[in-house]
């Protein structure tokens, strides 16, 4: 059997025995609706104009947060990494900083900000931030010790050192961070939108519950995960084509 | 290629009394020497006896604990123009996410040179060194032997006049290692500069030096200067079959071992 029609063959099982449990199970169609059902409710949703603004907010919003958080993260965090006495420094603020449950901030920012998108994009910046700052700086820091000397003996001016050596050398490190910050960047959007009455997936999925409209709501949990996927696969792309020097490096 | 015209004569470099310790650890003391401009001085010694500390105090990247270096009439207190490194772990030198020409590129782009110029210059470089055809490469497309010359051609390129070279062929096998000593020996002839060789191998500096400096000791220190008169033109199989090469490699050899 080929790879594909395995994969297929897991989700067919996995959908079996859901249809099993429910048909046997007795279970009330409030808590698990059967799988025809969620089926159903997907493609119902394709027809709604408030499926596409939901997923188009929360897409948006996850990405500008990502977006503040990449730019801030990756140049702090190459600065704090090339400067030793800085990293030790800053290295207790930045373990609580990434130990802290960030969702705990939701009631805070809620507070300040209101339930509106600003508060949304702040808690993903805030949440992503951290995995590509820890990133950024271990990056930084693994610089091998040649190269620094390199640098120094060639006299490159900062800007230089930053955005042609320094940047560059941790860009692996960094997409590794990337990598985590997208799927927190959607966990997060979604967690705020579930709690909070702003616009996205996570909104439309918390009223489709508060409805016992539990196929739509499921159908909505489906395509936040579909959403994950694609964007992984589009890191995926990103990822071989910025560090195919480091892939070919490796081998070589 | 023509040699480029700008180097002609490199400037004598001092070494006047230099001295360094790591915390109470004293590893070099009072080392003294020169290199005339145009000359290779080969500097050996045994494994940890501290070349390559001496080589980051002559190359500015590390101030001695006392004593100076001097280039001209310039004392040494950070990397110089005039100066190009040479490493023993080409592969960290390189930027793998910068093709062979960018490499040799980059350091003249930080002097502000403009991009015609320096592209000029570098690929002049890099045909010197034998690369001519691999501009576009990547590094790890490269064979170690001609990542070295990239190197070599990116200080080149650089304007130094004085090559400081840290166990430059250490890494390669015996075969890259003479066709790199010969590059160098030919690079001095046609462009005139000095060239600094630190290196635990005895046969290679007494093939490449006008002159050997010998360190042994703990703190090292120059138990012997040798002059190599075999003339600026060598060969890897008649220089080596030589009596007077075998006479100053015994030489160093017994010096080194006597110390031990």
């Known amino acids: 059997m080929t790879l594909i029609v395995r994969r297929l063959a897991t989700f067919a099982i996995f959908g079996l025995v859901w249809a099993l449990a429910v048909h046997f199970g007795n279970v009330s169609p409030n808590i698990l609706p059967q799988i025809t059902d969620v089926a159903l409710a997907t493609v119902e949703l394709l027809g709604r104009d408030t499926f596409y603004i939901a997923v188009a907010t929360t897409v948006r919003d996850a990405a500008i947060g990502l977006a503040i958080a990449s730019v801030l993260g990756v140049s702090a965090g190459v600065a704090i990494g090339a400067m030793p006495a800085l990293e030790r420094s800053t290295r207790l603020l930045i373990d609580f900083g990434r130990s802290f449950p960030q969702i705990a901030l939701l009631p805070i920012f809620l507070l300040i900000l209101g339930a509106s998108s600003q508060m949304k994009v702040t808690l993903i910046a805030i949440g992503c931030f951290f995995p ?4 950024s700086i271990y990056g930084a820091r693994k610089m091998n010790s040649t190269l620094q000397d390199t640098v120094r003996a060639f006299r490159l001016p900062w800007r230089m050192r930053f955005f042609r050596v320094l940047l560059p050398s941790a860009s692996p490190f960094i997409l590794t961070g990337f990598r985590i910050a997208v799927v927190v960047s959607i966990l997060v959007s979604v967690a705020v939108e579930i709690t909070s009455p702003v616009t996205g997936i996570g909104r439309e999925l918390a009223e489709a519950r508060d409805f016992y409209e539990t196929d739509i709501a499921i159908a909505y949990a489906i395509y936040a995960g579909i959403l994950g996927v694609l964007v992984n696969a589009a890191v995926d792309q990103l990822e071989r084509r910025i560090v195919r020097w480091h892939l070919s490096d490796k081998e070589a | 290629m023509n040699a480029h ?5 490199a400037p004598p470099m001092v070494v006047d009394g230099v001295s360094k310790s790591y915390g109470s650890i004293e590893v070099l003391r009072g080392l003294t020497l020169r290199v005339d401009p145009g000359e290779i001085l080969c500097i050996v010694g045994p494994s940890g006896v ?3 500390t001496l080589l980051r105090c002559l190359s500015g990247l590390m101030p001695p604990t ?8 310039q004392v040494v207190t950070e990397p110089l123009q005039e100066i190009g490194l040479v490493f023993q772990d080409y592969r960290g030198s390189l930027m793998p996410w910068m093709t062979t020409l960018e490499n040799v590129l980059l350091p003249l782009r930080g002097k502000r040179m403009n991009l015609s110029d320096a592209r000029e210059r570098s690929l002049s470089c890099l045909a010197n060194v034998g690369l001519a055809g691999h501009e576009e490469k990547y590094p790890w497309e490269l064979s170690g032997g001609m990542q070295q010359r990239v190197a070599i051609a990116r200080a080149l390129a650089y304007d130094a006049h004085i090559l400081l070279m840290d166990e430059p062929f250490g890494s390669l096998d015996a075969q890259t290692r003479f ?4 590059l160098v ?6 462009l005139g500069i000095s060239v600094i060789v630190v290196t635990h191998d005895i046969d ?7 002159r050997v400096v010998v360190l042994s000791g703990k703190p090292a220190t120059v138990i012997d200067t040798v002059a190599v008169d075999l003339g600026p033109v060598r060969d890897q199989v008649a220089s080596k079959g030589l009596a007077e090469f075998s006479r100053l490699r015994g030489r160093i050899l017994n010096e080194i071992r006597r110390k031990k």
């Open chain 2, 5 to 9: 015209s700008t180097v002609n004569a």
């Open chain 2, 204 to 210: 290679e500096a007494v093939y490449l030096a006008d």
């Open chain 1, 132 to 135: 590509i700052l820890l990133q």
């Open chain 2, 50 to 52: 501290g070349k390559t």
């Open chain 2, 66 to 73: 006392s004593g100076e270096v001097r280039v001209a009439d």
């Open chain 2, 185 to 190: 020996l030919d690079l001095r002839r046609r």
């Open chain 2, 179 to 182: 066709d790199l000593e010969d």
